[in-house]
């Protein structure tokens, strides 16, 4: 049993009012039934959604589908609700991510063939759902002129169910349409992280095998050019770095903690007010989104295989404003960074918080922008920043790859992607890497306890490049330390072992500084 839920939004005459639209798949003989005070023509939806969702190739659920719309006391009228409907069948049974309809308004009437038609009444809908807080949309494309008449809200328009799985991301069924659509010899330009971070290999191996292209700019960083360079122009160096801020969210948050002294909570609901974090932003802060695009930057960079699941990952939720102080204190400025390395012909690849020095290009990125650090052997240093999200700048970095596939299409030129492995590169265990730590302790405050602490570090490989006692309160001192260059197993070690001293009262805070 799976529920899918969205929002749609009705009317009575101008009177607009928001509508929960909710989908339960449930054992049972096949039946599609729609309630909540539908009238006669909202109830033909059913025929006209569940057409639609099979022509994407989605296969219907052959068991018992409800869709409840609510308030069950207004009356629902018109085909408007058609593609609220089959997203929340969608979201139901898998297709689509469950959060990312979370809060979104989503109005279409839909044909049989799946193509979404343009309603009418869009303004004010747009105005009831600007009023009730409502920031994101899904509308029909053609109502796109109409939508751009309010300003403060992410519409986002399609012209097809399809384009409604695609957009919301997910592995499957996205995947699936992806490889159809290269087997069938179809150019394909996609923004799905999800499927490139899992797949990238198979798909730009299929596509180069059948003559295709398929781009993918919008996946990492917006309308930054990251994706192109790493394939072309920076094809002639041999890439060994990647540092990158890809997710807007956690580098808002960090530059509202750096810069107005804000904890991490009053930050976070900062940027859900703006719109910037999801109603569940755990894959943006606990480093998952940058996760996903930092192994499609390594598969490229390297030519070597990575996937999201070869990527170690910490978030920024631990990340206090005295760690943003004490960072300042030691001229570094804290930064969610997706980093990946090739080290001896092996590739290191992670998403962490790290210490990096105020100097250093990527400690000026500020708010929701995005930049990627590259280091080559013959290119030296370069750095590409810009905005890494919204639907501008990702529609900028979409129509850039559908005028090269055109572009390819008329010179009959398809088929060249720069991105397939050709070498095997293992990825290194996490244990078996290197950083340098900032750790902050409160210990006891008597004598010998940052002696007993620097003795344990020491008999573990750990060296200390800086260390400096804070203040002392109710007989407890706070210690920071920064080391030196350490392996990652010989850090835990020690912390271990510190962990159980009794002059330990707390692990307060544990960041890698940027440099070996």
């Known amino acids: 049993m799976a529920i899918g839920s969205t929002l749609s939004v009705g009317l009575i005459g101008l009177k607009a009012f928001i509508v929960q639209v909710q989908a339960f798949i449930s054992p049972g003989l096949p039946y599609f039934s729609i309630i909540g005070l539908p009238d006669a023509s909202l109830s033909e939806a059913r025929e006209r959604v569940k057409s639609a969702c099979q022509a994407t190739g989605f296969g219907w659920p052959q068991t018992r589908v409800t869709v409840n719309m609510s308030p069950a006391a207004m009356p629902k009228r018109g085909s408007s609700h058609d593609l609220a409907i089959a997203a929340s069948v969608l979201c139901a049974a898998g297709a689509?991510?469950?959060?990312?309809?979370?809060?979104?308004?989503?109005?279409?009437?839909?044909?049989?063939?799946?193509?979404?038609l343009p309603i009418h009444g869009l303004l004010p809908i747009m105005l009831h759902?600007?009023?009730?807080?409502?920031?994101?949309?899904?509308?029909?494309?053609?109502?796109?002129?109409?939508?751009?008449?309010?300003?403060?809200?992410?519409?986002?328009?399609?012209?097809?169910?399809?384009?409604?799985?695609?957009?919301?991301?997910?592995?499957?069924?996205?995947?699936?349409?992806?490889?159809?659509?290269?087997?069938?010899?179809?150019?394909?330009?996609?923004?799905?992280?999800?499927?490139?971070?899992?797949?990238?290999?198979?798909?730009?191996?299929?596509?180069?095998?059948?003559?295709?292209?398929?781009?993918?700019?919008?996946?990492?960083?917006?309308?930054?050019?990251?994706?192109?360079?790493?394939?072309?122009?920076?094809?002639?160096?041999?890439?060994?770095?990647?540092?990158?801020?890809?997710?807007?969210?956690?580098?808002?948050i960090l530059t509202k903690m750096s810069e107005e002294g804000m904890d991490y909570q009053e930050a976070l609901a900062k940027a859900m007010e703006l719109g910037y974090a999801e109603a569940d932003p755990t894959a943006d802060v606990e480093g998952y989104d940058a996760g996903r695009k930092i192994a499609i930057m390594s598969s490229l960079a390297f030519n070597s295989k990575v996937t999201f699941k070869d990527v170690y990952m910490e978030g920024i939720t631990k990340i206090t404003s005295d760690d943003i102080r004490y960072a300042k204190e030691f001229g570094y400025?804290?930064?969610?960074?997706?980093?990946?390395?090739?080290?001896?012909?092996?590739?290191?690849?992670?998403?962490?918080?790290?210490?990096?020095?105020?100097?250093?290009?990527?400690?000026?990125?500020?708010?929701?922008?995005?930049?990627?650090?590259?280091?080559?052997?013959?290119?030296?240093?370069?750095?590409?920043?810009?905005?890494?999200?919204?639907?501008?700048?990702?529609?900028?970095?979409?129509?850039?790859?559908?005028?090269?596939?055109?572009?390819?299409?008329?010179?009959?030129?398809?088929?060249?992607?720069?991105?397939?492995?050709?070498?095997?590169?293992?990825?290194?265990?996490?244990?078996?890497?290197?950083?340098?730590?900032?750790?902050?302790?409160?210990?006891?405050?008597?004598?010998?306890?940052?002696?007993?602490?620097?003795?344990?570090?020491?008999?573990?490989?750990?060296?200390?490049?800086?260390v400096v006692q804070k203040r002392a309160r109710d007989g407890v001192a706070e210690l920071v330390v920064i080391t030196d260059s350490v392996l990652e197993r010989h850090f835990n070690d020690a912390l271990m072992i510190v962990k159980g001293m009794s002059v330990l009262r707390e692990v307060s805070g544990i960041i890698r500084v940027y440099g070996d």
């Open 129 to 252: 759902a600007e009023e009730r807080g409502v920031r994101k949309m899904i509308v029909p494309h053609r109502n796109l002129d109409e939508a751009s008449m309010v300003d403060g809200l992410d519409v986002v328009g399609v012209r097809h169910v399809g384009e409604l799985i695609e957009l919301m991301g997910g592995v499957e069924p996205a995947r699936t349409y992806i490889v159809e659509a290269l087997e069938t010899g179809k150019q394909v330009v996609t923004a799905n992280k999800d499927v490139l971070a899992e797949y990238g290999q198979e798909i730009l191996t299929l596509a180069e095998n059948n003559g295709c292209d398929i781009q993918f700019e919008a996946a990492v960083a917006g309308a930054i050019p990251i994706i192109r360079p790493l394939k072309q122009s920076l094809a002639g160096s041999m890439l060994t770095e990647i540092m990158g801020i890809v997710n807007g969210t956690t580098n808002y």
């Open 333 to 466: 400025v804290i930064k969610l960074l997706g980093v990946t390395k090739l080290v001896n012909n092996e590739i290191e690849v992670k998403v962490h918080p790290m210490l990096i020095p105020e100097q250093h290009p990527l400690a000026t990125v500020r708010d929701s922008f995005n930049a990627v650090f590259v280091h080559g052997e013959a290119c030296d240093d370069a750095m590409f920043m810009g905005r890494g999200a919204g639907k501008m700048p990702t529609a900028s970095a979409v129509m850039g790859d559908i005028i090269i596939v055109m572009r390819n299409i008329v010179h009959d030129n398809c088929g060249w992607n720069g991105g397939v492995a050709y070498k095997n590169y293992p990825v290194k265990p996490i244990e078996e890497t290197r950083s340098r730590y900032f750790l902050r302790l409160q210990v006891a405050n008597k004598p010998g306890a940052l002696a007993n602490i620097a003795g344990v570090l020491g008999n573990n490989d750990v060296s200390i490049a800086q």
């Open 96 to 116: 689509i991510g469950h959060d990312c309809l979370e809060d979104t308004i989503v109005l279409g009437e839909v044909n049989l063939d799946g193509s979404v």
